[in-house]
């Protein structure tokens, strides 16, 4: 698993690449984590688009960051959940919840405009 943290105009885009499974995770956990922890993280977008597949364990670091960002009243969305993690997504009922755009300008626009 990789990560780029990177921010834009007061949004926090974190950009995985790989497997989001429990083996993986331990290596963006903790720095990730504590990134997105912070309470004056407000807006964040995770961009999916290059994770090959997901299981229970990264299904749960999605949720707790969505719960972490709405707690603080903030804006959480994902980019291009596909295959094997849309459909994991599907199956567990989880996406009426996230906000999902196709492209990273698309989601930084929608983030910017709330």
Same mark, same amino acid.
Request: proline share 4%; net charge neutral.
């Given at each position: 698993?990789?990560?780029?943290?990177?921010?834009?105009?007061?949004?926090?885009?974190?950009?995985?690449?790989?497997?989001?499974?429990?083996?993986?995770?331990?290596?963006?956990? $903790?720095?990730? /984590?504590?990134?997105?922890?912070?309470?004056?993280?407000?807006?964040?977008i /995770?961009?999916?688009s290059?994770?090959?597949?997901?299981?229970?364990?990264?299904?749960?670091?999605?949720?707790?960051?969505?719960?972490n /960002?709405?707690?603080?009243?903030?804006?959480f969305?994902l980019?291009?959940?596909?295959?094997?993690?849309?459909?994991?997504?599907?199956?567990?009922?989880?996406?009426?919840?996230?906000?999902?755009?196709?492209?990273?300008? $698309?989601? /930084?626009?929608?983030?910017?405009?709330?």
């Amino acid at each position: 698993m990789e990560y780029k943290i990177k921010k834009v105009d007061g949004i926090t885009l974190l950009a995985l690449e790989g497997e989001l499974l429990f083996d993986t995770l331990s290596v963006v956990n $903790d720095r990730v /984590i504590k990134e997105i922890a912070d309470p004056s993280i407000k807006k964040l977008i /995770i961009d999916l688009s290059k994770v090959e597949c997901v299981d229970s364990h990264g299904i749960g670091f999605l949720v707790t960051s969505y719960k972490n /960002i709405l707690s603080r009243n903030g804006r959480f969305s994902l980019i291009s959940p596909a295959g094997p993690v849309e459909k994991k997504l599907r199956s567990l009922g989880l996406l009426p919840f996230f906000l999902i755009f196709n492209s990273r300008d $698309d989601a /930084i626009a929608s983030a910017s405009e709330a």
